[in-house]
């Protein structure tokens, strides 16, 4: 063996062992950031060759086309999101009454072809029954769980929405 090809495998070895924990805090870094970009690059090439033709229209400036593909995309993801926040709002006291009357929700048994149901048949009409023999605070004892992870993920889903469109709106 040669004595000098030690210390150059040992020193190959640290610098792949240095990178690969660079590359793993890097990912570990951005991964929060993966979803926003992953919509990012989604939006940007399904709308390329619009800004192509924009760019076009423009007489070949590209900051012109940019500005109003920005614009566009902003309307499209800020009006149908005013218009619900709007509804909701508008709709709120019905919305309470909604939830309220679900409590008091006669629930039936199960019908006949439930239970007739290939493979999931008897299994279902036993759960319809079940749920229907329970009270408000069984079910909402049954349901809490799936709340939380309905809410986790929604809250999510939106705090990435507005990651996006937030980095979108910031000046360069």
């Known amino acids: 063996?040669?004595?000098?090809?030690?210390?150059?495998?040992?020193?190959?070895?640290?610098?792949?062992?240095?990178?690969?924990?660079?590359?793993?805090?890097?990912?570990?870094?951005?991964?929060?950031?993966?979803?926003?970009?992953?919509?990012?690059?989604?939006?940007?090439?399904?709308?390329?060759?619009?800004?192509?033709?924009?760019?076009?229209?423009?007489?070949?400036?590209?900051?012109?086309?940019?500005?109003?593909?920005?614009?566009?995309?902003?309307?499209?993801?800020?009006?149908?999101?005013?218009?619900?926040?709007?509804?909701?709002?508008?709709?709120v006291g019905q919305i309470t009454e909604w939830s309220k009357s679900l409590a008091t929700l006669i629930r039936s048994q199960p019908p006949a072809w439930v239970e007739a149901l290939p493979l999931v048949g008897a299994r279902l009409a036993t759960s319809w029954r079940k749920l229907a023999a329970a009270g408000p605070d069984e079910i909402t004892a049954h349901l809490a769980p799936f709340a939380r992870t309905v809410t986790l993920c929604s809250s999510a889903t939106w705090a990435t929405l507005g990651c996006c469109w937030c980095s979108s709106c910031s000046p360069r």
């Open 1 to 91: 063996m040669d004595p000098n090809r030690s210390p150059d495998l040992a020193r190959t070895t640290l610098q792949l062992l240095a990178l690969a924990a660079l590359i793993g805090t890097s990912l570990w870094i951005v991964r929060p950031f993966l979803v926003a970009l992953i919509w990012a690059a989604t939006v940007a090439i399904a709308t390329w060759p619009l800004l192509l033709h924009a760019q076009s229209w423009f007489g070949g400036r590209r900051s012109l086309a940019v500005a109003l593909m920005t614009v566009v995309l902003l309307l499209i993801l800020v009006v149908p999101l005013y218009f619900a926040i709007t509804t909701i709002t508008g709709n």
